[in-house]
């Protein structure tokens, strides 16, 4: 079975022709030199995956016909991961690790140390497509626009827990041993940690859990993946 995967804005259902837009036409036939009779796996983060035959190729466009499908939707756990923005590069990494290690929504945070001041939403959603197509998944979580912390915190529904990385904590324990299962977010602070008045709203909070993520100060980066996994390995879909 081809190892090709290609996401798709269409509904997916045996037997469906599916048109191919320039770019993706340029990857399947320019990069891929793929051609008629050639199959694929496609997706669209809503009906599972399903194969594909490649029926019309040319430069700027192409078809495929959907044949059975491979796999169903898998969805992720009732997830979010709040973060703020640093570098391009590293941000590109948090989204494309959220995405591998099954976050349900991405959601981009202003905080008051946050030094990027904007961010381009729509690259960031391609990426977590290209994750998503990349590590066999299924879904792709949505990527939200840049809202400040505090418009956030003030609609938040008290439902669904913050696991909060409090990189004051550094060394104490985790913490996640009685929490429960359901509706959560993790929250991950700027290079520059979060200022005193963000502490203090956060731990006034009854919905926050403040956690330590190890003995060691993390990058953001990393700190995202460190949080992940441990919210997962311990509530999620891992076991």
């Known amino acids: 079975m081809s190892r090709i995967r290609l996401h798709v804005d269409h509904p997916l259902a045996q037997g469906q022709s599916l048109p191919l837009t320039e770019a993706q036409a340029h990857y399947l036939f320019g990069v891929m030199r793929l051609g008629p009779g050639d199959d694929i796996l496609v997706f669209n983060g809503r009906e599972g995956e399903f194969l594909a035959r490649v029926t019309r190729a040319a430069k700027r466009g192409g078809e495929l016909e959907v044949e059975e499908e491979t796999r169903p939707l898998q969805i992720p756990p009732d997830l979010w991961l709040l973060f703020a923005p640093i570098k391009k590069a590293r941000t590109d990494f948090i989204v494309e690790k959220a995405t591998e290690l099954g976050a349900a929504r991405i959601c981009p945070v202003q905080t008051d140390f946050t030094n990027a001041e904007r961010i381009r939403q729509d690259r960031l959603q391609a990426h977590a497509i290209e994750a998503a197509e990349q590590c066999g998944g299924t879904f792709v979580p949505v990527v939200e626009e840049l809202r400040p912390l505090s418009r956030w915190l003030s609609g938040w529904d008290a439902e669904r827990r913050i696991l909060w990385a409090d990189e004051s904590l550094v060394g104490a324990a985790a913490a996640l041993s009685g929490a429960m299962p359901g509706p959560w977010a993790i929250l991950i602070g700027p290079e520059g940690g ?46």
């Open 194 to 239: 979060f200022s005193p008045a963000e502490r203090d709203r956060l731990r006034a909070l009854p919905f926050v859990l403040p956690v330590s993520l190890g003995p060691r100060i993390l990058r953001a980066d990393t700190a995202a993946v460190a949080a992940l996994t441990l919210w997962q390995a311990a509530l999620g879909d891992w076991g």
